[in-house]
T-cell receptor
Framework: RKEVEQDPGPFNVPEGATVAFNCTYSNSASQSFFWYRQDCRKEPKLLMSVYSSGNEDGRFTAQLNRASQYISLLIRDSKLSDSATYLCVVRKAGQGGKLIFGQGTELSVKP | GAGVSQSPRYKVAKRGQDVALRCDPISGHVSLFWYQQALGQGPEFLTYFQNEAQLDKSGLPSDRFFAERPEGSVSTLKIQRTQQEDSAVYLC??????????????FGPGTRLTVL
């Protein structure tokens, strides 16, 4: 079983839709949590960190449930430019900072 | 300023050849990471340097993989006797300080290796 699990999708949604991605992690020693965005044939880029209290950045809201080992990302009012793969990422304490990535969830926003 | 750069961007190798992949981190960044990303998968950790010291190489898949960062800046990932299963994108990332400070990792564009 992978340490970080995501539904690979693809999620096909119309412009303006709200879409939610979920992710679970198996290691309770996980310390930091992130969502990365990766465009086709490009490098991953940090979208946002995820905090226990939940955090929002414009149209993007991230939530963390440590008890359930569950992370979510909500995108409101989807834009065509949101089309990408969204990677759920965790970092464990005492592991030197290495990032553990999920498989990624592919999002395609259609006009 | 310049981001992380990697070369070559694309490499085709015949099975059994040795390859060397280069990473130029952001100037002044202490930490450097290598990841391997197979098609349709997320990146997987290979190895980590803090300055010139290789502190974690637990992700290297076999002894055919070797990485170095002799002067604490540029790093090279070498793969000996390449196999078809080595075909992947190899990503390099750097961060300003040691990871204990929870710094963001900035990724390079990757080297796409195809082994025939």
């Amino acid at each position: 079983r992978k340490e970080v699990e995501q539904d690979p999708g693809p999620f096909n949604v119309p412009e303006g839709a709200t879409v939610a991605f979920n992710c679970t992690y198996s290691n309770s020693a996980s310390q930091s949590f992130f969502w990365y965005r990766q465009d086709c044939r490009k490098e991953p880029k940090l979208l946002m960190s995820v905090y226990s209290s939940g955090n929002e950045d414009g149209r993007f809201t991230a939530q963390l449930n440590r008890a359930s080992q569950y992370i979510s990302l909500l995108i409101r009012d989807s834009k065509l430019s949101d089309s990408a793969t969204y990677l759920c990422v965790v970092r464990k304490a005492g592991q030197g900072g290495k990032l553990i990535f999920g498989q990624g969830t592919e999002l395609s926003v259609k006009p | 300023g310049a981001g992380v750069s990697q070369s070559p961007r694309y490499k085709v190798a015949k099975r059994g050849q040795d390859v060397a992949l280069r990473c130029d981190p952001i100037s002044g960044h202490v930490s450097l990471f290598w990841y391997q990303q197979a098609l349709g998968q997320g990146p997987e950790f290979l190895t980590y340097f803090q300055n010139e010291a290789q502190l974690d190489k637990s992700g290297l898949p076999s002894d055919r993989f070797f990485a170095e960062r002799p002067e604490g800046s540029v790093s090279t990932l070498k793969i000996q006797r390449t196999q078809q299963e080595d075909s992947a994108v190899y990503l390099c990332a750097s961060s300003l300080l040691s990871p204990a400070n929870n710094n963001e990792q900035f990724f390079g564009p990757g080297t796409r290796l195809t082994v025939l």
